[in-house]
């Protein structure tokens, strides 16, 4: 699988990087009139306002000021380039899906899309393939959260030497929210390099949205079983299980239910995309409603092959009720980072 596992510690690594955006699956030929092109990526009236309407209407009947969404993407722009060709070549960490991304625009207009529907905070999710990778991330990660005040600051990780320094430093310099994702960066959440690292992020109560389900394919160490070790080492860590720990929706589940620091993101979790190849089980609907204080709004935007609003409704017809989705798609969140 191209050069993930590519160690090599490279002063020009960053820029060349060519990692996959992995999990969020993504995939698919060029289109390239994605943004327009799509069907049910535009709103009734074929424009991006439209669609701004839908989504402010939508939190507007649930009475919210808006939405917070945990999930979103923003990374230097030669490395988000290559992981949207990786989409467009349908890259092996996408199991064979077409991907055609929705929102390829540049950056400022991705975040001005964000705040036109009415989304109060965002995050900047961006995470290394290989060592050496992500103190340069956030680096940027910094600058970005300067020019860009409605993201949360976010940072991230790798298991290589060094890393507790780089953590504590990001955390000095004022990160609110990690992500780590064990499918593109194929390593052990539970390695030993991170035990500092998780200690450190346990102690400053900081959230880490985690990719570690099997999906959109399985990796070396995705999965429940080395998150399990992770917070039996860890148990109050506040993982955030990005995409709601998808395809190992329940077990995933049943750590949340075990140890309360624990939130799931629903990122592309319900969308018709998913549920047409890892269907959320209808079972286990109960349990989810159970944890309403717990799961979090997140999209994957831009790099979603379908409509932003498409995900908020795929959360109200699960019929939880307007309490649930309240929650979900901003209180909690709110909570969670004091907004
Ligand atoms: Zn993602």
């Given at each position: 699988?191209?050069?993930?596992?590519?160690a090599?510690?490279?002063?020009a690594?960053?820029?060349?990087?060519?990692?996959?955006?992995?999990p969020?699956?993504?995939?698919?030929?060029?289109?390239?009139?994605?943004?327009?092109?799509?069907p049910g990526?535009?709103?009734d009236?074929?424009?991006?306002?439209?669609e701004a309407?839908?989504?402010?209407?939508f939190?507007?009947?649930?009475g919210?000021p808006?939405?917070?969404?945990?999930h979103?993407?923003f990374?230097?722009?030669?490395?988000?380039r290559?992981?949207?060709?990786?989409?467009?070549?349908?890259?092996?960490l996408?199991?064979?899906?077409?991907?055609?991304?929705?929102?390829?625009?540049?950056?400022?207009?991705r975040a001005a899309?964000?705040?036109?529907?009415g989304?109060?905070?965002f995050t900047?999710?961006?995470?290394?393939h290989?060592?050496?990778?992500?103190?340069?991330?956030?680096?940027?990660?910094?600058?970005?959260?300067?020019r860009?005040?409605?993201?949360?600051?976010t940072?991230?990780?790798?298991?290589?030497?060094?890393?507790?320094?780089?953590?504590?430093?990001?955390?000095?310099?004022g990160?609110r929210?990690?992500?780590?994702h064990v499918?593109?960066?194929?390593?052990?959440p539970?390695?030993?390099?991170?035990q500092?690292a998780?200690?450190?992020?346990?102690?400053?109560?900081i959230?880490?949205?985690?990719?570690?389900?099997?999906?959109?394919?399985?990796?070396?160490?995705?999965?429940?079983?080395?998150?399990?070790?992770?917070l039996?080492?860890?148990p109050?860590?506040?993982?955030?299980?990005?995409?709601?720990?998808?395809?190992?929706?329940?077990?995933?589940?049943g750590?949340a239910?075990r140890?309360?620091?624990?939130?799931?993101?629903t990122?592309?979790?319900?969308t018709?995309?998913?549920?047409?190849?890892?269907?959320?089980?209808?079972?286990a609907?109960?349990?989810?409603?159970?944890?309403?204080?717990?799961?979090?709004l997140g999209?994957?935007?831009?790099?979603?092959?379908?409509?932003y609003?498409?995900?908020?409704?795929?959360l109200?017809?699960?019929g939880?009720?307007?309490?649930?989705?309240?929650a979900?798609?901003?209180?909690n969140?709110?909570?969670?980072f004091?907004?």
């Open positions: 699988m191209d050069d993930h596992r590519d090599s510690v490279d002063p690594g960053p820029a060349e990087a060519a990692p996959a955006h992995g969020s699956y993504d995939a698919g030929p060029p289109r390239p009139s994605a943004a327009t092109g799509v990526t535009t709103s009236d074929g424009t991006s306002g439209g309407g839908e989504v402010r209407r939190w507007g009947r649930l919210l808006g939405l917070v969404d945990v979103t993407h990374m230097p722009e030669q490395v988000l290559k992981v949207w060709n990786y989409f467009d070549t349908t890259g092996p996408l199991g064979g899906l077409e991907w055609p991304i929705t929102y390829r625009k540049e950056e400022a207009e899309l964000l705040r036109e529907f989304v109060r905070a900047a999710m961006l995470y290394p290989k060592p050496g990778m992500a103190r340069w991330l956030n680096g940027w990660a910094v600058e970005f959260a300067r860009t005040p409605d993201c949360l600051h940072a991230t990780l790798y298991p290589e030497p060094g890393v507790e320094t780089y953590v504590r430093e990001a955390v000095e310099a990160a929210v990690f992500k780590a499918q593109v960066g194929a390593y052990d539970a390695d030993e390099l991170l500092q998780w200690g450190v992020l346990a102690e400053a109560r959230p880490v949205v985690i990719h570690c389900g099997s999906g959109p394919a399985p990796g070396k160490y995705t999965g429940p079983e080395p998150i399990a070790r992770v039996a080492r860890h109050r860590l506040r993982l955030i299980v990005a995409h709601l720990g998808m395809p190992e929706y329940e077990e995933f589940l750590l239910e140890y309360d620091q624990v939130r799931l993101d990122t592309m979790a319900f018709d995309f998913t549920e047409g190849f890892m269907p959320f089980p209808r079972r609907l109960p349990r989810l409603a159970a944890l309403g204080d717990r799961v979090l999209s994957d935007f831009p790099n979603i092959p379908y409509s609003v498409h995900q908020l409704h795929a109200e017809r699960l939880l009720g307007q309490e649930w989705l309240r979900v798609c901003h209180d969140a709110a909570t969670l004091g907004l």
